[in-house]
């Protein structure tokens, strides 16, 4: 595994736990700089649920329901500003 943080492949696993069924959460540090990261691990049948078009539809709905937030907020700053 290479570190983010400087590029080094010198690291070691910490902790490794499964996160949810065909998952695997593991914590890692670097030893040349001694920065710590976390990878998720996926099966690959999961992968290919992920990028299915029900999750990207629900990805969507999401961040239209933000941008939505966003601009009422906006909107109510201006108005108390005025």
């Known amino acids: 595994m290479e570190c983010p943080k400087c590029g080094s492949g010198d690291c070691n696993v910490l902790d490794s736990r499964s996160k949810k069924v ?8 670097c030893n040349q700089c001694l920065g710590k990261f976390e990878t998720v691990e996926v099966r690959t049948d999961d992968i290919k649920e992920i990028i299915s078009g029900e999750w990207i539809a629900e990805m969507q709905r999401h961040y239209r329901t933000m941008r939505q937030i966003e601009r009422e907020y906006l909107l109510r700053s201006e108005q108390l500003l005025k």
């Open 22 to 29: 065909g998952q695997r959460k593991r914590r890692y540090i």
